[in-house]
């Protein structure tokens, strides 16, 4: 199976901040990587698909990068409304599989 | 627009098998560039994922449910469904139907672009 380790696991920031999630596969899965915010109660939403294609009607505060094994995701100003949990999630290889979770609070 | 909705009941017993059921709705299950998944999340854990089942009825399922896990159409009902057998108290979860989006293009991109709200089973006797 495919790991995905996302950095840090927990992070407290301030609105109007710049905040980066780092996600590190364990191999080379191009650019196949999504990421996926998961307010709680609710079930994950599509924000960034294949690396760094920002999903339909996604806010462009929100972006992502990087291909191998090591990718980051943005919120380039962190707003009230993004507290939630992020996941990346890799489709290179059957299982699919998801990072531990990011959560974002203010 | 496509809309997922879990049902089944909340709470099975050890050893007994979990059904779950989604039905969708603004999509055929039977239509194209999809595959229809169940993911599930244990309170304050991260996103497990299950299996996917394709149009044709192809499934493809986690290394470590296969020996438990049976997905299945009902395209009458434009329904899917989940049974997981032997289940024990490690398979209380709340239990996510979602759309598998297949993209083309010069090559092939997924993702999770529809959910269900999710529907929470605890097993326990």
């Known amino acids: 199976d495919i790991q995905l380790t996302q950095s840090p696991s927990s992070l407290s920031a301030s609105v109007g901040d710049r905040v980066t999630i780092t996600c590190q596969a364990n191999?080379?899965?191009?650019?196949?990587l999504n990421w996926y915010q998961q307010k709680p109660g609710k079930a994950p939403n599509l924000l960034i698909y294949?690396?760094?294609n920002l999903g339909t009607g996604v806010p462009s505060r929100f972006s992502g990068s990087g291909s191998g094994t090591d990718f980051a995701f943005t919120i380039s100003s962190l707003q009230p409304g993004d507290i939630a949990t992020y996941y990346c999630?890799?489709?290179?290889?059957?299982?699919?599989?998801f990072g531990g979770g990011t959560k974002v609070e203010i | 627009q496509v809309q997922l909705q879990e049902s089944g009941p909340g709470l099975v017993k050890p050893s007994q098998t979990l059904s779950l059921t989604c039905s969708v709705s603004?999509?055929?299950?039977?239509?194209?560039?999809?595959?229809w998944t169940w993911i599930r999340q244990p309170a304050g854990k991260g996103l497990e994922w299950i299996g996917r089942?394709?149009?044709?009825?192809?499934?493809n399922y986690n290394p470590s449910l296969k020996s438990r896990v049976t997905l299945s159409m009902d395209p009458s009902k434009n329904q899917f469904s989940l049974k997981l057998s032997s289940v024990t108290a490690a398979d209380t979860a709340v239990y996510y139907c979602?759309?598998?989006?297949?993209?083309?293009?010069?090559?092939?991109?997924?993702?999770?672009?529809?959910w269900g709200q999710g529907t929470l089973v605890t097993v326990s006797s």
């Open positions: 294949d690396a760094s």
């Open positions: 089942i394709f149009a044709s009825g192809y499934t």
């Open positions: 191999q080379d899965i191009s650019t196949y």
């Open positions: 979602a759309r598998y989006f297949i993209l083309t293009t010069s090559y092939n991109i997924y993702y999770f672009d529809s």
């Open positions: 603004g999509a055929s299950i039977t239509g194209g560039n999809y595959y």
């Open positions: 999630q890799q489709y290179d290889n059957l299982p699919l599989t």
